[in-house]
């Protein structure tokens, strides 16, 4: 079963308007760490923001939030302000804990087009 | 700075021979980790390590050897063994693996062609 899974292969959102991309995950651990990476056309990941399981309020950094409602275990990326430079791969991760190893799992990914 | 470096960013091997893929890290992280990336798709695991001379199998480690004789380094052979070698490669590192708190941080990346 998919641990991670991200139903939007691919968004388009209009410059300066704000968009949400979906994560579902699925895990047994009462202890999970949530995170997002960004991936541009040249490959690096870059991390946005992370969510503790623990945690009671979403996270935010700068533009990016995370809307985590942990009842229907999913972790919403949005984004708000959209601008050109946001136009890549969106990936979202899942850090189990003993249980899984602590090992990390990532989604397939959401492509990302942001339009002029 | 602070960082992980990959090299070569770009890699070409003929079929049947074996290649190796650097990851150097200066951020004094105990864990690393090597993950494929095929086109379209998101991160697999091949292998991990979670202190020196130390590693574990990921979800995909079958034609894939490493080692970690140092904490800084964490050298990915990929074998003639590996049936479908061509994908893009990175390497991350995390302050320690035991918890579910640490954050990965990326290299930039290998891509690599059998020709």
């Known amino acids: 079963a998919q641990k991670i899974t991200q139903t939007q292969p691919g968004m388009f959102v209009q410059e300066k308007e704000a968009v949400t991309l979906d994560c579902t995950y699925d895990t047994s651990d009462q202890s999970y760490g949530l995170f997002w990476y960004k991936q541009p056309s040249s490959g690096e990941m870059i991390f946005l923001i992370y969510q503790g399981s623990y945690d009671e309020q979403n996270a935010t950094e700068g533009r990016y939030s995370l809307n985590f409602q942990k009842a229907r275990k999913s972790a919403n990326l949005v984004i708000s302000a959209s601008q050109l430079g946001d136009s890549a791969m969106y990936f979202c991760a899942m850090r189990e804990g003993p249980r899984g190893g602590f090992k990390t799992i990532f989604g397939a990914g959401t492509r990302l087009f942001v339009k002029a | 700075d602070g960082g992980i470096t990959q090299s070569p960013k770009y890699l070409f091997r003929k079929e049947g021979q074996n290649v190796t893929l650097s990851c150097e890290q200066n951020?004094?992280?105990?864990?690393m980790y090597w993950y494929r990336q095929d086109p379209g798709q998101g991160l697999r695991l091949i292998y991990y390590s979670q202190i020196v001379n130390d590693f574990q199998k990921g979800d995909i480690a079958e034609g894939y050897s490493v080692s970690r004789e140092k904490k800084e380094s964490f050298p990915l052979t990929v074998t003639s063994a590996q049936k479908n070698p061509t994908a893009f490669y990175l390497c991350a590192s995390s302050i320690g693996s035991g918890g579910p708190l640490n954050e990965q941080f990326f290299g930039p990346g290998t891509r690599l062609t059998v020709l």
């Open positions: 951020l004094n992280h105990d864990a």
